[in-house]
C-alpha cells in the first residue's frame, strides 16, 4: 500500500513511522510511505502557503494552488481510485470499520490541514473523505495522520507477524481487553488469578470472554448495544447481569 502525506510538516514524521510495527510494515514493503512538503509546490519566491481569511477573521487559511499541485503531482503516480482524505476537525470521526476499509485499499492520499483549515475549494473539489479522530482540539491535522497510518499498517495482512494474535482480535472484536497478567505469579501479596496458572484453555477462554464483557458492559455499554453477540456471549453477559443484580 502506498499513502502520501501532504503536509506543512514533513519533520513532524521522521521517528513515529520507523519504530516497531510500522517499521517492520515499511521493510517489507507492505507499506510505502510518501512525504510531501506542500511548500515545495508554491511558486512565489517566499513558498506562501496560507493568507488571510476573505470576510476577514482570526488566523490563516491554507492557500489552494499549492494543495491542488501536490495532489495533482502524487496522483500521476497512482491508481486513480485512492481515496483523498483530508484530516480536519469537521471530518467524520475515525472508527476500526473505517481503518479496515483503507487497509484494503491500494493507497491513501493523506492531506493535513493546519491553521485555521483549508481553502473550502480543497474540500469541493480533490477531497473525497473528512476524517477527525475525535472531539478535542489539535493545532493540525499531522497527528491524526500519524494516527490513521499506524492503525491501517496493523491491519496489513502479514504486517503483525502473529496470526494468532490477528484471529483473537477477531474473537474480541469491538469489545475491551480482558485483565492481562504475566511473571511473577505473586508480587507483594498481590496473586494472579488462579484459573490462569491452570492450563485449561477452555476455562481460561471463557473467563476471558466474561472478563471482556464485563468490562465493556460497566464501561462502554454502548459498544454491547452495537455488536451483534454470539449465543455463547449472550449467555455470558446474562450471567454477568445476573452477578450485578441486573442494575445492568
Ligand atoms: C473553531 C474552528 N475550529 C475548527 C473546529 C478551528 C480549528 C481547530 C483545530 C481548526 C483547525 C484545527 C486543527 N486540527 C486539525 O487539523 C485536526 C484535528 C483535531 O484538531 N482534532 C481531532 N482530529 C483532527 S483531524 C485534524
Known amino acids: 500500500m502506498f499513502i502520501d502525506i501532504l503536509t506543512l510538516f514533513p519533520g513532524m514524521f521522521s521517528g513515529p513511522f520507523e ?3 510500522m517499521g517492520r510494515a515499511r521493510e517489507r514493503d507492505l507499506l510505502e510511505i510518501n512525504l510531501v512538503d506542500i511548500r515545495d509546490y508554491t511558486k512565489d519566491k517566499h513558498s506562501v502557503t496560507d493568507d488571510y481569511p476573505y470576510g476577514g477573521g482570526a488566523g490563516m487559511v491554507m492557500k489552494v494552488e499549492p494543495i491542488f499541485r501536490a495532489v495533482e503531482d502524487v496522483k500521476k503516480d ?3 481510485e485512492v481515496p483523498t482524505v483530508l484530516l480536519s476537525p469537521q471530518g467524520r470521526t475515525l472508527n476500526q470499520d ?3 476499509e483503507y487497509s484494503t485499499c491500494k493507497g491513501l492520499i493523506l492531506i493535513c490541514g493546519h491553521y ?3 481553502d473550502e475549494r480543497v474540500r469541493e473539489n480533490i477531497i473525497t473523505d473528512e476524517i477527525s479522530i475525535g472531539d478535542y482540539v489539535l493545532t493540525g491535522g499531522e497527528l491524526p495522520a500519524m ?3 499506524n492503525a491501517v499498517a496493523r491491519m496489513l495482512p502479514s504486517v503483525l507477524g502473529d496470526e494468532d494474535s490477528i484471529k483473537e482480535d477477531s474473537f474480541f472484536e469491538g469489545l475491551l481487553g480482558y485483565p492481562q497478567y504475566t511473571r511473577p505469579r505473586e508480587y507483594r501479596g498481590l496473586k494472579v488469578p488462579e484459573i490462569l496458572l491452570s492450563g485449561d484453555h477452555a476455562r481460561i477462554k471463557r473467563w476471558r470472554s466474561k472478563q ?3 468490562r465493556t458492559l460497566l464501561r462502554r455499554p454502548d459498544l454491547i448495544t452495537k455488536k ?3 449465543g455463547r ?3 455470558l453477559l446474562a450471567e454477568i447481569r445476573e452477578e450485578l443484580g441486573d442494575d445492568k
Open 19 to 21: 519504530h516497531s510495527i
Open 78 to 80: 497512482r491508481p486513480s
Open 98 to 100: 473505517l481503518v479496515k
Open 116 to 118: 485555521e483549515g483549508v
Open 147 to 149: 494516527v490513521l497510518v
Open 212 to 214: 471482556a464483557l464485563k
Open 228 to 230: 451483534k453477540l454470539s
Open 233 to 235: 456471549q449472550e449467555k
